[in-house]
């Protein structure tokens, strides 16, 4: 049976609804309401005796469409005499009334509003790169504003906040011990298996030795810690700040005259430039246990043949090659962490989207770091 | 839903909550008839939250029986709990719009979880709900975060409308509005409450919401609930009831409505 039925009686419109009338079958009723196309004029008899349950939602689309049905004959028979719809309802829910001034007051508004803006390619590429520019200015910005509190520190040494920085060096370097003592070691075995059975074709098992302890400790000991971190305290950096940010707590400091660079930035990313090479440290050291571990297993090689063959492959700067990039890739996993975390406004979308933002560009950021610093090295024959 | 065969809607009886060894609740009761605001009222800490979450189920109280339209949520299949949550509407003290979807997407995510519908119907039902709480069509477009502090209570009684409620609970729905703000939704709650049969349940510190909109309060004090009209609040003689309803801002709140 159909929700509705339209037929002419004499000279007036008679619509019976039928069966559910509740906003369950909303989805049915729309439909039936949009297969309505009969323009319509004069005097509509709405008989709401056979509708069950008639619920809101289902008279306000009836309403809304026959209002469009009445408007229709307006516009293309306009011409001709003004002809207007008087609808009456018999035996319609008690809100039908109420329903139907609210309608009247909205048809002003939409007229009302404003059309949508221009929305075109062009304009979406200017808005780009006015973004573009403000993201590069307020990079800028930040890092100047965070070189501006490091010199107040030197006058002032309580502006480095040792507590803040003592928490921040447990949470992102104590804490990451284990992970990355793990991850070095697996890596240096893989590295070390895979190298020995290269190697091993051509009879020089021995540059094994050479192979891993000059890897772990230019590149992958510190690159790898520095993966590790930016995952595990970039991510948290971003978070913990975006939340304050949310919650308006760092509106709170700056109103009450403390900078939030001061006690959330600086104490993040100095403690990240203490923790990291710390880090890299554990990661070297365990990274030549792998391999050796390896060398003894499944080369045979004995650990005073690994550390003689050590000491000839590196030069006394190798270690340091490394080491000296750790501090480095510490401030820039901290600084995108924490600007990301000061740019969350409004949403927890917004922190979702910038806590990845912010892993994803340190991870980015620390990898093309490095490869600037092999280029270096190369150059200046470190 | 049936209507059930006496005219409560909710009945509470009994309810204990504790947190710990702190107790919040000592059999409390109550009762919030048909087509009636009943206004829930009481000190910082009182458990008026605590009270609404144990209604609406959220959290299951240490003792005591909570029923709505005669039924108890903690004996109910899923299926049965599920239609019964859909009989009724909540808005959040401070809105709970989620953030990350537009206000008429909103008021449609109710409507998406239970019905289909095409696009163009959900569209027609979130403009309705927008009329209803008097917020402007282009105001479905926008985030939450767009919204006014009062744009943002109007918007989640419109998503708490959504699903056609017939009992409404809002947690202190004028707080952190304007007198004006404040007072236009009061008058938007009597409208609603008289066009569209509504029984709501109402957590106020607002005296001027209270006196302007409700006709029973209940008032949660030494972990019960007193329950009566507001004249009969005013000749009360508990103290802590006497002094919320005769201190200086209740007397004139009073004056204001009385005339």
């Given amino acids: 049976m159909n929700a509705l039925a339209l037929t002419r009686q004499g000279d007036e419109w008679h619509l019976a609804l039928n069966g559910d009338w509740s906003l369950a079958a909303m989805a049915t009723l729309d439909l039936e309401l949009g297969q309505l196309n009969t323009p319509l004029s004069g005097t509509l008899v709405c008989d709401w005796s056979r509708a069950a349950d008639p619920g809101i939602g289902p008279a306000w689309a009836l309403l809304t469409r026959l209002g469009d049905l009445s408007a229709d004959t307006d516009s293309s028979a306009a011409a001709s005499s003004k002809r207007g719809l008087r609808v009456v309802h018999i035996g319609g829910p008690s809100t039908l009334e109420f329903l139907r001034k609210l309608k009247v007051e909205r048809r002003a508004l939409h007229a009302a509003s404003a059309p949508p803006t221009l929305d075109s390619t062009l304009g979406g590429l200017g808005r780009w ?135 959330l930035v600086l104490p993040r990313i100095l403690a990240l430039v203490i923790a990291l090479p ?53 401030i820039l996993i901290g600084m995108v962490g924490t600007y990301r975390g000061m740019q969350v406004r409004e949403s927890a979308r917004e922190l979702g989207r910038l806590t990845t933002v912010a892993v994803v560009q340190s991870i980015f950021m620390v990898i093309l770091a490095d490869a600037l610093f092999a280029v270096l090295f190369m150059q200046i024959d470190f | 839903m049936q209507e059930p065969a006496s005219s409560s809607i909710i009945r509470v009886q009994g309810l204990v909550n504790r947190f710990g060894t702190q107790v919040v609740h000592d059999g409390l009761d109550m009762e919030v008839r048909s087509n009636e605001i009943f206004g ?111 744009m943002v209570k109007r918007a989640a009684l419109a998503r708490a409308l959504s699903l056609e409620p017939k009992l409404l609970f809002l947690d202190e729905p004028t707080s952190g509005l304007d007198p004006i703000s404040a007072a236009a939704f009061d008058e938007l709650l009597l409208y609603l409450h008289s066009q569209l049969q509504l029984t709501v349940v109402m957590i106020t510190h607002d005296l001027d919401t209270l006196f302007r909109t409700c006709n029973r309060v209940g008032v949660i004090v030494d972990h019960h609930m007193v329950t009566d009209t507001l004249e009969g609040m005013l000749r009360s003689q508990h103290p802590w009831i006497h002094e919320y309803f005769h201190g200086a801002r209740a007397r004139a709140a009073e004056k204001e409505v009385n005339g």
């Fill in chain 2, 40 to 150: 829930v009222v009481g000190g910082s800490g009182s458990g008026k939250s605590v009270l609404l979450r144990s209604i609406l189920g959220l959290r299951r109280p240490d003792g005591g029986t909570v029923e709505l339209y005669g039924q108890d949520m903690r004996h109910l299949s899923r299926e049965q709990r599920s239609r019964l949550v859909r009989s009724y509407g909540v808005t959040f003290q401070n809105g709970a719009l989620i953030s990350s979807l537009t206000v008429a997407q909103n008021i449609q995510l109710p409507l998406r979880e239970y019905f289909s519908m095409p696009e163009e119907t959900l569209d027609g039902l979130a403009e309705l709900n927008l009329a209803l709480v008097g917020l402007p069509p282009d105001t479905a477009r926008k985030y939450p975060a767009q919204l006014s502090g009062g």
């Fill in chain 1, 278 to 330: 710390l880090l890299t440290v554990i990661a070297d050291a365990m990274g030549l246990a792998g391999g050796g571990l390896l060398s003894l297993l499944n080369l045979h090689i004995s650990l005073p043949q690994f550390t003689s063959r050590m000491r000839e492959a590196l030069a006394p700067t190798t270690f340091w090659a490394g080491l000296i990039k750790a501090p480095v890739f510490a």
């Fill in chain 1, 129 to 263: 790169t006015l973004l573009q520019g403000a993201e590069v200015q307020g990079v800028v910005g930040f890092f100047g504003r965070i070189v501006v509190v490091l010199g107040e520190a030197f006058r002032r040494p309580r502006a480095l906040r040792p507590s803040s920085l003592v928490r921040h060096v447990y949470e992102t370097g104590i804490t990451a011990i284990p992970i990355v003592a793990l991850i070095a070691f697996l890596i240096s075995v893989i590295v070390a298996y895979l190298g020995a059975q290269q190697l091993a074709r051509f009879g020089a098992d021995i540059f094994v030795v050479d192979l891993v302890t000059i890897s772990v400790l230019r590149e992958m000991g510190v690159l790898l810690t520095a993966i590790i971190v930016a995952g595990r305290s970039g991510s948290a950096f971003a978070a913990e700040i975006g939340v304050m940010q949310l919650n308006e707590e760092t509106d709170a400091l700056r109103a009450m005259g403390i900078n939030p660079i001061e006690i």
